[in-house]
């Protein structure tokens, strides 16, 4: 071994008495410390394999990926999954370990790179999402679920107004004139006014359902909640073509009410999934979309097995402090508590946009909200093929991974939580 590795495996070796003190506020187990510092090693070791040099009191952040990344490919692909975990848990202990007791020797940027970039690894690490198991209906069934749901009886009520064509805007909008019945056809109370003062963003609670006492006043039908859902949803679908002028009924319509069940079935399934991929990607300016978006890709997976997520549960993360985004004197004073509180607060919002969209899916028919979020039989197709589209890697006999680093989702426990927040 190169003298420089030796003295920081040494180094490493010191700090062990110390360490499992340390440790204990987390663990009273000193092996799981021990294993912490043969991974640290191990790191370490891997490290110097790859840049050269190593150094035990102050880790480069960028050093992290391709040191842990090379011993895992040496492990059985069956290992490397928790082996991940372990590294990068392993890791982070030890940079706070460093941090805490002043043996950190790096910059203050440095420690904020290497605990960014750690944090993301522990997301990225955690266990693959439950197979999705798609219900065996007859094609009977499936027409009469479809039928029976919100999203394809509001969608028929807009095709049926729509009829042959309506004028449009510049930006594919209906008239002014035209919001009220097309928000009417999709059982929103809601019209065009010019100037009008209230714009409704796609994650207020009235986009969830709830209906304001007096019809809604907009500036465009891109304002009116579950009206422009449904709309893009039908653009996308083919059902409606637009021209810079005119909406009309896409090449697709004629399939809508075939007499032909296959044709039905085709067209109900394919709205499910674009309107389903539109909620999962669309994307927010004011907001991480891929936060929002693989929390709603976990909890829809669970919501088609037997351990659906608990509305409950993700209202209790939704739910902020008082004293809001805000940090007291004591957590500004705390660095380690000022980041501990900021990860809760992203996390509440995260929650609280994704439990917003899932209102939405839940209107719609396309997701069950009673006490746990379930997939309905006939829509979890649906949720298959949109998770499929949005990951082209995405296999279901393999099952579905998570990449989010915010509410980080794992298999269920024994008490049926499948949403937990580090």
């Not at 003298?3 to 506020?25: C, K, P, Y």
């Amino acid at each position: 071994m190169p003298l420089q590795l030796v003295l920081n495996h040494r180094a490493v070796d010191s700090m062990a008495v110390e360490f499992i003190r340390w440790h204990g506020t987390e663990s009273s187990d000193p092996a799981e410390a021990f294993e912490c510092l043969e991974l640290v090693k191990l790191f370490l070791t891997s490290q110097h394999a790859i840049s050269g040099s190593s150094s035990a009191t102050e880790i480069p952040g960028e050093s992290v990926d391709p040191a842990v990344g090379s011993v895992i490919a040496a492990l059985d692909p069956e290992q490397a999954e928790d082996a991940l975990d372990d590294f990068y848990f392993a890791l982070h202990s030890f940079a706070h370990f460093l941090k805490e007791t002043g043996r950190w020797t790096g910059t203050e940027e440095a420690y904020e790179e290497l605990h960014s970039v750690l944090g993301g690894g522990i997301g990225a690490a955690t266990p693959s999402l439950p197979d999705i198991l798609v219900p065996q209906l007859s094609d009977e069934e499936q027409d009469t679920a479809f039928t029976a749901m919100p999203l394809i009886q509001r969608a028929s009520s807009l095709l049926e107004w729509l009829g042959t064509g309506k004028e449009v805007t510049a930006t594919g909008a209906l008239r002014l004139k035209d919001i009220e019945p097309a928000a009417a056809a999709v059982g929103v109370q809601a019209r065009g006014k010019r100037g009008a003062q209230r714009i409704v963003s796609r994650d207020e609670p009235e986009a969830a359902g709830g209906q304001p006492d007096a019809p809604l006043e907009v500036n465009t039908m891109f304002d009116v909640p579950v009206l422009r859902d449904i709309w893009a949803a039908l653009v996308g679908a083919g059902l409606i073509s637009l021209s810079p002028t005119r909406a009309v009924p896409g090449p697709a319509s004629t399939a809508w009410n075939s007499a032909k069940i296959e044709d039905r079935l085709d067209m109900r399934r394919t709205l499910s999934v674009v309107l389903l991929v539109r909620v999962l990607s669309e994307s927010d300016d004011t907001w991480d979309r891929e936060a929002v978006s693989e929390t709603m890709r976990a909890i829809l997976v669970y919501g088609t097995t037997d351990d659906p997520v608990p509305v409950a549960q993700l209202e209790s993360l939704a739910a902020l402090d008082p004293k809001g985004p805000f940090l007291d004197d004591t957590e500004h004073a705390d660095p380690e508590l000022a980041d501990s509180r900021l990860e809760e607060i992203y996390a509440s919002f995260t929650a609280m946009q994704a439990r917003r969209r899932l209102s939405l899916l839940a209107e719609l028919g396309l997701v069950e909200a009673s006490t746990a979020y379930r997939v309905p039989p006939v829509a979890v197709q649906c949720v298959d093929l949109a998770l499929g589209y949005l990951n082209p890697a995405h296999e279901p006999a393999d099952g579905v991974e998570t990449e989010s680093n915010v509410l980080p989702l794992h298999a269920p426990s024994q008490t049926g939580d499948g949403l937990n927040h580090r």
